[in-house]
């Protein structure tokens, strides 16, 4: 299997020039198409590195984290709310998508950078009566109460992986939405409108002078650290800096 992406058929989140070289690197591991390869990151959002020969060098240092996990591979795929650290920096970002749906990184203080949100898609009982939730990036996680609902968010500590916060997914949570048109913006969920049978519910979505409608699965739960947060690297200017080789 090639570990190379043509540049012209990666997904719209990513945020890489599309016309500056053939191939890039392929994501593989959490999060799937949804994930942009670390070595995007390191090299087209941050300019940290010149070369996946730099990029591998540099995260065999251990300095750099992702969810506080410094066993790291250069394409391994960082996606929504994953929290990247660079301690000799001193520097602590949070993936976000902005307003155009590409994901962006939006710089944290080091103290929110222990955890990460992340959404509930599905749950499943498991054998011994435990609960398995199913999260947005791919990752499974066993409780042992069955308080939690699917849409739900909940924050995980990076340290031990035990939950340390829920949001229930109701009206009045605070959201943001992920996809569609109104990517990055960020409300109260004002209704949510059923619709009969197989199709998606719509959410009614109050973002102070304005409101919006889309569907369920375009909203996340979010807590009001969020709100006032600004997407910085990861712009539509900075990204088309620096292409570079993949090699």
Do not use: C
């Not at 540049?7 to 949804?34: C, I, M, N, Y």
């Not at 909940?154 to 035990?162: A, F, H, K, L, T």
């Not at 009969?196 to 979010?222: C, K, L, M, Q, R």
Request: aromatic letters at 6%; proline letters at 4%; zero cysteines.
């Amino acid at each position: 299997m090639s570990n190379h992406q043509k540049r012209l058929s990666v997904p719209k989140s990513w945020p890489v020039e599309r016309k500056t070289e053939t191939f890039t690197v392929k994501a593989q591991g959490p999060h799937g198409e949804d994930g942009v390869p670390l070595l995007i990151v390191l090299r087209d959002v941050l300019g940290y590195v010149a070369s996946r020969k730099e990029a591998r060098y540099a995260l065999e240092q251990g300095t750099v984290l992702v969810n506080g996990d410094a066993n790291v591979a250069e394409d391994r795929p960082i996606g929504m709310f994953d929290i990247l650290a660079f301690t000799e920096r001193d520097e602590y970002y949070r993936v976000f998508p902005d307003e155009g749906g590409r994901l962006a990184l939006t710089p944290i203080d080091a103290a929110d950078a222990d955890s990460k949100l992340s959404k509930i898609e599905d749950k499943t009982k498991v054998a011994g009566g435990r609960t398995q939730l199913n999260l947005h990036d791919g990752q499974n996680l066993l409780v042992e109460d069955d308080e939690y609902a699917a849409k739900d968010s909940i924050v995980i500590d990076n340290d031990d992986g035990e939950i340390v916060a829920h949001f229930p997914y109701e009206e009045g949570s605070l959201v943001t939405a992920v996809r569609g048109s109104h990517a990055g913006d960020i409300g109260e969920v004002d209704e949510i409108q059923t619709t009969p049978g197989s199709g998606s519910n719509n959410v009614v979505v109050d973002a102070g002078d304005d409101s919006f409608e889309t569907v369920e699965e375009y909203v996340v739960v979010i807590d009001e650290n969020f709100v006032g947060d600004e997407a910085d690297a990861a712009s539509d200017d900075e990204s088309s800096e620096d292409g570079g080789d993949d090699e």
